[in-house]
């Protein structure tokens, strides 16, 4: 995802580095697939499973809520 401008973050959000992305825009840059042939939990899925962080906007890394 270097060079790669993140998009704005609505409810869930990846993080790769210090950056955080939206799960779907990483998904679709690092494959090629169209946004529209997968959810935003499949590729949550997927990236949890390769060793990323996701979470909801707002949530801390540890599963709290709150304010970050």
Do not use: Y
């Not at 993080?15 to 939990?41: D, N």
Request: hydrophobic share 40%.
């Amino acid at each position: 995802m270097r060079n790669v401008d993140p998009e704005t973050i609505r409810e869930h959000l990846v993080e790769i580095g210090r950056t955080v992305f939206p799960p779907k825009q990483v998904l679709a840059v690092v494959t090629g697939w169209e946004r529209t042939s997968f959810t935003t939990m499949e590729a949550q899925r997927v990236l949890t499973k390769v060793g990323f962080v996701c979470r909801r906007a707002g949530q801390a890394a540890d599963g709290r809520g709150g304010r970050l």
